[in-house]
Each structure stands twice: as C-alpha cells, then as structure tokens.
C-alpha cells in the first residue's frame, strides 16, 4: 500500500506522523500543502471519501482560520464555496491527509492510523 502523505513539513503533527508511518514502514509519497496546495477536485474527492463532515478539512487552530473569521462564515456558505476556499490556501487545510485508494484520513490520531493502516 503506497500513501499519499499531504503534509506540512514545519508543522509537529505532521513530523510525529511521518516518523509513524516510517517506524511501520509503510510506503508514501509526501507532498507538502504549502508549495502543493489540494485542488479543488481532489478536496471534493477525498472530502466524498473520509465520510467526514467538511469541517473537519478546515485547519480551525490556523492564524488565517482565525483572520478570516471562518468559525462564524463557514456554516452560511455553500459545499462548493468550501472547496473553492480550501483549495485557495493549504494553511487553511487540516494536516496531515494520508489518502491511499478508498481511504482518506485527516489530522494524525494514532489509534485511527493504526487501525486504519494495518498491512
């Protein structure tokens, strides 16, 4: 199973995960949000995927969450709107995003990882 690891490199969680998924040697290829952004297409796709509420795409401890406001414009806008905001900024998204086939997994929770990267 080869991964696709969405991540920013500076960022602590993203390090603890990518030291994760080496210490289970498991194979990814790592792409960093901020020189790499997620296209609006792949956001809607994975979004589809994970089963998770769109919410949980936004990175709401991030500075440009907090300078934009989003907590209180987010639940007014539109799916297609979100999407299109996302894909304007990767600071803006979540991290890490591991997607492999049918499974996408957003932010690093080891347990979730565990569970869902078993080989």
């Given amino acids: 199973m080869k991964i696709l690891f969405v991540e920013y490199p500076k960022c602590s969680t ?23 952004n997620p296209s609006k ?17 936004f990175n709401t401890s991030g500075i440009l969450y907090k300078e934009m406001q989003l907590k209180d414009k987010l639940p007014g806008m539109a799916m297609e709107e979100k999407y299109e905001l996302l894909a304007t900024d990767g600071m803006l998204v979540k991290r890490p995003i591991a997607v492999s086939g049918d499974l996408v997994l957003v932010g690093f929770k080891e347990g979730e990882w565990e569970e869902k990267l078993k080989n």
């Fill in 14 to 36: 993203c390090k603890k995960a990518r030291q994760w998924l080496e210490g289970k040697g498991i194979a990814y290829n790592s792409r960093s949000i901020k020189e790499e």
């Fill in 41 to 57: 297409e792949e956001l809607k796709e994975w979004h589809e995927k994970s089963g998770l509420d769109i919410k949980r795409f």
